[in-house]
């Protein structure tokens, strides 16, 4: 835990982003700015930085929320039950969605998309956290608040976006909380449902820990499985990418189990072996534990299932909520072959998970930053 040294974004700076281990989850930029201190913003290459220095008021929240340091480790593995090596979960399912189209513009089984939708259609966030592809075959956080701009942001492209960022920027930003309110009831949107990397929700999950400004706007997270995170243009400028004359244009959808695929323009299929995908991981990556995304509500991958479903793991009884009545309600369908129970621990699709967690837990404890140091 926290010494009583003075703690601020300068020691963000040293111990995080100069050493390579910034995942670029805009968490303490989101913070800084919804609370009205705008001492930060994220530079042009993705990563935080000053905005305005003097603003800096020192109090180091930045840095307990960072994803990438160890404090409020406790606290969240307290809160959410984690247990090793996939924290706590009820159920696991290999699960689609029943919307051919949302099916068509998704990653693997469209889950994700159909889950946020009944939330949305039943009243239960005013809006959802998600990304949506840019042209050029990156992303962008945005606000979903309907079927239309669901699909924009379905489908998984291999870059991160400086997800949390969105929070502060489109909410809040120099009013003391009592006017933010009043401004999210004229919006109506008080309650946000975010899907995100283990890191992005692994900050969330801290700046809830504190019940700091925006987070008490998230009610529900969905996270994603994450080996890691990489760009197409970092993978076509290995030697794989000339040995299969990989073209970012060429490249239709993206999505990865025990293989990365890239199905291509062609109707061609590339299925490149993690090992080489790793030779490519940045080093945030390689410094990060969570594959199964631990601390979310549900999690989803593409991991374990047959093409064309979504592994979904339900973690808890607000995870359970939701996924129950969604499939009561006919958004998504679980795979008949693959239904399990808890008490099923050797089902195999637990297994594979387990197995992928282990191995990304393992390459965390291998790299010499495992801790930040304090
Ligand atoms: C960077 C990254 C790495 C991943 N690594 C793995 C892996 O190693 N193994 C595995 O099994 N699965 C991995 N996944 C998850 C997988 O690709 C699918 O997102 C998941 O199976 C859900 O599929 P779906 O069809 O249900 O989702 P969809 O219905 O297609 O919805 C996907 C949702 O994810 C959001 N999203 C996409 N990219 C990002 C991003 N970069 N940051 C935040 N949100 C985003 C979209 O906005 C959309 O709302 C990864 C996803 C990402 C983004
Ligand atoms: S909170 Fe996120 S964006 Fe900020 S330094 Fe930590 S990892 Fe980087
Ligand atoms: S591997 Fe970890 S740090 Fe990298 S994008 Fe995934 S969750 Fe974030």
Redesign the pocket.
Known sequence: MLTNRTISFENLLVEVIDKNLC?R?GGCVSFCSANGISALKIGKDGYPEYLDKDKCMEGGICYLIC?KTVELEEEINDKYNWKYPIGQWQDIFSARSTDAVIKEAATDGGVVTSLLLYMLENHIVDGAIVSQKTDCGGRMPMVAKNRAELLKAAGSFWS?AEHLDKLGDAYTSCFPVIKVIKEFAEKNMKKLALVG????IKAIRKMQALEIVPAHLVVFTIGLF????FTLEDLVKQNFAKKHNIKIEDVEKVNIKDKLILHMKSGLKIHIPLEEVEEI??E??LA?P?FANDYADISAGGLGSEDGYTSVIVRNSAGKQVYSEALYKGYVENSGASIIAKKDRDHKLINIIEDFAIK?RIRYEQHPHVAVER
Request: glycine residues 0%; charged residues 20%; proline residues 11%.
């Open positions: 995942n989850c994803p991160e990397t283990p890191c992005q994450c080996m890691q995170c991981a940045r945030a990556c990060c969570d990304k």
